[in-house]
């Protein structure tokens, strides 16, 4: 059973870590984009739309469908959907230097009415009774997992049970927490999220900083919501579904103290704490929607701890949720 | 071959900061860019859905004030959705970001749902009233204090913190629907005291929601006063504009902060009293239903001015109304109105940087060398 719960734990958890990672990378340059959530929304749908329109031509032509080409035409059109989010908000707030909140937040309503009106539509273009969109072949390509897993017990079921997505969540992750700790690049975001105007005159390009780390950031993002719907949920779309898991993946850059190393692990435990009360024996309804509260509550927690302690290389980037133009300084 | 010219290069175009312009010319842009967002969206619409975008809009103003129901409907939306911008703009103008709107309407929900349950039977209906009032109220503002005394004190970011109350509101929410649920186990309230409508708000002359709408009345008006001719609402500004020359200026910056936050979190709390003792007598998880986002870019929308504020919410709820309507119609998914509300928010934000900065393009220079 706690296998079980560890396995669940995780697959809860990659989504978070997609999106966790995404938004950090984004609000190291300075930008905090509430869009995350509408964003995973329109990775996820544009993934659906991808996988429905290859597996209904398949279908219409009559022959089997290619695995390469099955994970390949979703995962490109969820990455092109979440670009283009990022883009719109980039536009906004870095050329135009909109409001951050105000775009974020516009972006969400924006990204999760279109990801529930396609969930919608397509719905009705398959004429199927169901509420859902059902993708199972796409989704078992992208549920593939490595063969022998299944014959190392608890070992493989906790660490080889997994879609490849899993797997890439972790490596983008640790990818990105070596880009911003130990490159050059990486010490020039950092450095345009805390002080625009000393990166600037140090010769360091912020505007396109800004927007190569927002649209990279958001396509990251958008991949969650790809694993949630191909991998987690077996290639089933139903509207909100998604519920808040992008707040979620706000909250745990807080708890990572914007290092994507951290938000590894720290994606695992919300995860967990995201399910514990399915694992209690004799939770009645109501006592469960109070553990749902725990992952805020410990993200609150941190947050206070943080700006109480005043560590320097704890602190949320200066700069952030501020705009910057060069002739107000 | 570096060639001395390179070093005279001049950006094609280049931006600069506008000193205010005139407030006809400001609008202008703004209605530019709606009827922009307008003629956008149309497109969108014919390229999703086929149908005559003319067509759609003539639904939309059906959708909105097709009936006396829908247009008392409207009025009852954009009031309660307004109380809720009117709430968080102070916070706002003093740069603290509150986008906990959400959770401290449904705190303040909470409580006056609390209270109709618990002393429905208990108290008179003027005391009940009085005692549901000033809950939800208190309930709003420590919702808000919380956030407001870290900033304060520790500087902790206020709106990740009030982010995140947010879903501890919602999720103290579900807990109390569930406690409460009727029948035992259903996960539903249901309406409360539905009998003896012990706990309701009055009901005047025979429109349900005009004490509704009349209370915001009067907390627009009153907040426009504030913050344009108080003492406090000055205060507020200072701080917005520049917290180190509030402190030079003698201001007590962590008092502003907090009692700014609790008035914001009371007159939210107070949005939550209107929506479950005033319009729904029953709570759920969504009965603030995003509006505590909503307003957040209603108040923006408005340049934080009270006044104006009642046309962009009515912008808003118009929006959604009509672009509901529209589903319905014409059997789309729901969620088609906030693909339309998104675009117009876009295209509104996209043109304050029109009205704040100009364009200047480089200057063609004599003989033509530069191009």
């Known amino acids: 059973m706690i296998t079980a719960f560890i396995q669940r734990a995780v697959m809860q958890g990659i989504p978070l870590l997609y999106g966790s990672t995404g938004e950090i990378i984004t609000e190291k340059s300075g930008h905090l984009n509430l869009g995350i959530p509408g964003i995973m929304y329109v990775g996820g749908i544009s993934g659906v739309i991808g996988a429905f329109a290859y597996e209904n031509a398949c279908t219409s032509a009559g022959h089997g469908m290619n695995g390469a080409l099955a994970i390949l035409i979703p995962f490109l059109s969820c990455l092109l959907g979440s670009l283009l989010m990022g883009l719109i908000y980039c536009f906004l707030t870095v050329t135009l230097r909109a409001n951050q909140n105000v775009t974020g937040l516009a972006l969400t309503t924006f990204g999760v009415g279109f990801g529930n009106f396609f969930g919608g539509s397509l719905i009705k273009l398959t004429g199927s009774e169901l509420p859902s969109i059902t993708l199972t072949k796409t989704s078992d390509f992208f549920r593939t997992s490595l063969p022998f897993a299944k014959n190392l017990g608890w070992f493989g079921q906790v660490f080889l049970s997994y879609g490849f997505l899993a797997y890439l969540a972790v490596a983008i992750s640790i990818a990105a927490a070596i880009f911003l700790s130990r490159t050059r690049k990486g010490l020039h975001l950092r450095a345009v999220g805390e002080n625009p105007a000393t990166a600037d005159a140090a010769g360091i390009n912020v505007e396109r900083y800004k927007y190569l780390s927002t649209c990279i950031g958001s396509m990251i993002a958008g991949l969650g919501g790809l694993y949630y719907v191909m991998d987690y949920a077996n290639g089933i779309w139903s509207n909100d579904a998604f519920g808040d898991r992008g707040w979620l993946a706000i909250a745990l850059v807080i708890f990572a103290v914007w290092k994507p190393g951290i938000a590894i692990l720290g994606s695992f435990l919300f995860g967990g704490l995201y399910i514990v009360h399915n694992y209690i024996p004799n939770l009645d309804f109501s006592k469960q929607e109070l553990f749902k509260m725990a992952p805020y509550l410990v993200t609150i927690l941190v947050l206070v701890i943080i700006s109480m302690r005043k560590k320097r290389e704890n602190q949320p980037p200066q700069h952030l949720g501020l705009n910057y133009f060069r002739e107000e300084r | ?371």
Request: with cysteine; net charge positive.
């Open chain 2, 1 to 371: 071959m570096s060639k001395p010219e390179k070093k005279m290069h001049e950006p094609l175009i280049h931006l600069v900061k506008r000193d205010a312009i005139p407030w006809y010319q400001a609008w202008a842009v703004r209605i530019i860019a709606v009827l922009a967002a307008l003629i956008f969206s149309g497109i969108i619409t014919i390229i999703l859905t086929g149908l005559n975008p003319l067509e759609v809009y003539q639904k939309m103003f059906e959708g909105a004030f097709g009936t006396d129901r829908r247009i008392w409907n409207l009025f009852q939306n954009v009031a309660i959705l307004l109380c809720i911008s009117l709430a968080v703009t102070p916070a706002f103008k003093m740069r603290f970001w509150n986008i906990g709107a959400e959770g401290q309407v449904l705190i303040g929900g909470l409580a006056s749902t609390a209270c109709m349950i618990l002393l429905g039977n208990k108290l008179s209906q003027p005391v009940l009233l009085l005692v549901i009032v000033v809950t939800s109220i208190a309930a709003g503002a420590v919702w808000a204090l919380l956030p407001a005394i870290f900033k304060a004190y520790w500087n902790t970011n206020e709106t990740l913190f009030t982010l995140m109350m947010n879903y501890i509101a919602i999720q103290l929410v579900s807990y109390f629907v569930f406690v409460w649920s009727v029948p035992k186990g259903s996960g539903k309230i249901g309406i409360i005291n539905g009998d003896t409508q012990a706990g309701w708000l009055p009901v005047l002359g025979d429109q349900k929601y005009l004490l509704n709408i009349l209370i915001v009345l009067v907390i627009t008006i009153a907040m426009y006063v504030y913050l344009r001719f108080s003492k406090q609402g000055y205060e507020i500004s200072v701080v917005g504009e520049s917290e180190n020359t509030a402190r030079y200026i003698g201001i007590n910056v962590k008092k502003v902060v907090i009692r700014t936050m609790l008035i914001s979190g009371a007159i939210c709390g107070l949005a939550g009293m209107l929506l479950v003792s005033g319009t729904d007598h029953s709570i759920t998880r969504d009965t603030a239903g995003g509006r505590g986002f909503t307003a957040i870019m209603v108040s923006w929308l408005a340049k934080f001015n009270p006044l104006y504020m009642v046309l962009t919410a009515f912008l808003i709820v118009f929006l959604e109304k009509g672009a509901s309507e529209i589903s319905t119609a014409f059997r789309l998914n729901d969620s088609f109105s906030e693909i339309i509300t998104g675009i117009i928010i876009f295209f509104i934000i996209g043109s304050e940087f029109f009205i704040n900065y100009a364009i200047r393009f480089r200057k063609i220079r004599k003989g033509g060398k530069a191009q």
